[in-house]
């Protein structure tokens, strides 16, 4: 009887020790649920080694902060604020992408094996095109919400769909779907931010709605206009009448005060960063300027960032900038400006200088006599192409031609 109830619990312990094993390499689909009953689709592979690498278009994120216990599983990307909690089995991981700052719950199920972002085109081949710009208006209903847009596309003959969309503030990230028929999808997740586009598309026109996860979403529409242009990214931002300075004085993650007026910056020129690590075109900026520092190492140049958190808590807002420290390898100091909302009108009242804080990030150059030279609103990263090899281009420039006086 003991070698029986011997073998009966072998069987079980090896019984479950099946049910444990971790996610089978290679293709997954995962599908957020959003408003409308929509499913917002994004593509990742798991590896080898238990690390996933997001799939949008031409960009690959990887995401190596995985835990699995039991059949419990959490995903959570290095810097952003946004955890995926469920339960998983070797094919299929169940659960709610959550980000607890903002009380934000999205139900989503991931399935092994599936490389398909949509299902393929019901019809062969379309009329409907979306390939060229795009003239774009988001929310025109409402002067208040309203905003421009250019969308950039590319359409394959096999109806998959990539591309972005420019704002005045930055980009939507690197978008990939399908036309089918006349109804364009795209769709991106980057980690923490996840995006789906819909419209139907006739003759050089489209109309539809863009929904960010299951909080939000709105009314767009787009004329094909080649050639289209959004307005001069230096010319939004601006010192008031009045003012003839910027300044802040703003704690560093250690909690000490760092002001401009500081010994450190004088007789420098400094680039002032105004960005928050919940901004997926601040950490791509942010990327971007500390390699830029490491290449071009200057005693006479000094960068700085001045981070507007909703993290509820000071405690939570630093744990992020040491997140985005350690991930990134940023060598300036990160300055907590605002924790518990990143309310731009509330960061209008800690920058009164500027005409209005229009967008995370913004970039403030400042010459080595201290006066504000250019300030640069937005950011256009890698998916828009030609537009960040110009921003690259002029900003090493314009950097250049300040060292030089």
């Keep these: 009887m003991y070698k029986i109830w011997s073998l009966v619990f072998v069987l079980i312990t090896l019984g479950c020790a099946q049910d444990k094993r971790p996610p089978v390499p290679g293709v997954w689909r995962a599908v957020l649920e959003v408003q409308d009953e929509k499913e917002l689709p994004f593509i990742f592979e798991w590896n080898e080694d238990n690390s996933i690498t997001i799939r949008n278009a031409d960009e690959r994120i990887r995401v190596s902060n995985i835990n699995m216990k039991d059949d ?30 903002l009380d934000r719950v999205v139900p989503f199920v991931m399935t092994a094996n599936d490389s398909a972002r949509f299902l393929p085109p019901r019809l062969a081949s379309s009329n409907a095109n979306a390939d060229g710009e795009w003239e774009m208006v988001f929310s025109d209903h409402s002067d208040e919400d309203r905003y421009i847009a250019k969308g950039i596309f590319t359409q394959q003959p096999n109806q998959q769909v990539t591309g972005t969309i420019r704002t005045t503030t930055g ?67 601006y010192l008031k009448e009045g003012y003839d300075r910027f300044d802040f004085s703003f704690p560093d993650i250690e909690g000490t005060m760092v002001s401009l007026s500081d010994e450190r910056f004088k007789d420098k020129v400094v680039v002032v960063q105004i960005m928050g690590t919940w901004c997926p075109n601040c950490l791509e900026e942010t990327k971007y300027y500390t390699q830029y520092l490491e290449s071009n190492p200057s005693d006479e140049l000094e960068f700085v960032s001045l981070a507007f958190e909703y993290a509820k808590t000071r405690e939570q807002a630093i744990n992020r900038l040491e997140r985005l420290k350690a991930s990134v390898g940023v060598s300036y100091p990160l300055l907590l400006a605002q924790y518990g909302s990143s309310d731009k009108q509330e960061a209008n009242e800690k920058l009164p200088m ?19 030279r250019r300030i640069h609103t937005g950011f256009n990263g890698k998916a828009t192409g030609e537009k960040y090899t110009q921003f690259v281009e002029e900003f090493e420039r314009f950097v250049a031609e300040l060292l030089a006086e």
């Design 72 to 101: 419990s599983i959490t995903i959570e990307h290095p810097v952003f604020e946004g955890i995926f909690k469920g339960t998983y089995s070797s094919e299929k991981i169940t659960g709610d992408f959550i980000k607890p700052s």
């Design 171 to 237: 980009d939507y990230r690197y978008l990939e779907g399908v036309m089918d028929g006349s109804t364009l999808r795209l769709s991106t997740f980057d980690g923490a931010h996840a995006f789906l586009f819909e419209a139907e598309v006739k003759d050089s026109l489209m109309s539809g709605f863009f929904y960010s996860g299951n909080h939000w979403k709105e009314p767009f529409k787009g004329v094909f206009r080649p050639g289209y242009e959004l307005p001069d990214e230096n010319s939004l931002t």
């Design 354 to 372: 500027l005409n209005h804080v229009l967008s995370y990030p913004t970039t403030i150059f400042i010459d080595k006599k201290g006066e504000v």
